[in-house]
C-alpha cells in the first residue's frame, strides 16, 4: 500500500492504519530501535511505541515521508529508552560510542538559548552532509543517525573497516571544522 493511502487511514482514524505501517515499515524500525538498544524485546516495545505516537499524532500531522517520520519516532524512543537504561548501567550497542564519537565535534551545553543553538546546529549539519560525495553522506548517516557499526558499515558498502573508521575520524573533523567556520564552535 502506498504511503499517502496509509496516511489517509489514519485520517480515517482506521486501525488497518497500523497494521500497514507495521507490514511495510515494521522491519525498518525494528533495526533501527534494535542498533539503538540492541535488546530485541526492548525494540520490540519501542515499536509499539512507536505505532502508538504514529496513531496519536497524525493527524494533525501529515508526514511528506511516512518513512523518515517513523524512523524519527522510533530512534528517539529508542535513545530514551536507552537513557532510562542506561541510568542504572552503562552500556547498550553502538550508541555509547557513536555518542563518545561525536561528543569530540559536538558538546551538549546547557545554555538557555539552547533551542536556537540547536536549530542553528541542525541546519549546519545538513548543510556540511549536502556538501559531501553520496558515499560518505550514507557512512555518515549509517554510523551517526542508524548506529550501524563500522564493520556493519564496511559490509554495507565494500568497504575495508579500517577505511571506515578512518572516513568517520575524518568526517567528524571535517564537520567540526565546518560548525567552526559556521560560528558554532561548539
Known amino acids: 500500500m502506498e504511503d499517502l493511502q496509509i496516511i489517509k487511514l489514519f485520517f480515517d482514524r482506521s486501525e488497518e492504519a497500523l497494521m500497514q505501517v507495521q507490514s511495510k515499515y515494521g522491519a525498518y524500525c525494528m533495526s533501527i530501535a534494535d542498533n539503538v538498544l540492541s535488546d530485541r524485546q526492548d525494540a520490540q516495545e519501542c515499536l509499539n511505541d512507536c ?64 533551542a536556537l543553538i540547536d536549530k542553528e546546529l541542525t541546519g549546519a549539519i545538513n548543510e556540511f552532509l549536502g556538501q559531501l560525495d553520496p558515499v560518505k553522506r550514507k557512512v555518515f548517516v549509517r554510523r551517526y543517525w542508524y548506529m550501524d557499526s563500522a564493520a556493519d ?34
Open 51 to 114: 505505532l502508538m505516537r504514529a496513531w496519536g499524532t497524525i493527524p494533525p500531522q501529515r508526514p511528506s515521508n511516512l518513512k523518515a517520520y517513523l524512523g524519527k519516532i522510533i530512534r528517539n524512543l529508542a535513545l530514551d529508552r536507552l537513557e532510562r537504561r542506561s541510568a542504572e548501567k552503562r552500556g547498550g550497542g553502538e550508541v555509547p560510542a557513536v555518542l563518545d564519537e561525536l561528543s569530540e565535534v559536538v558538546s551538549g551545553g546547557t545554555q538557555p538559548d539552547q
Open 153 to 186: 558499515i564496511a559490509k554495507m558498502y565494500g568497504l575495508n573497516h579500517a577505511s571506515v573508521r578512518t572516513m568517520l575520524a575524518r568526517l567528524r573533523k571535517e564537520l567540526a571544522e565546518h560548525l567552526k567556520k559556521e560560528g558554532l564552535d561548539i
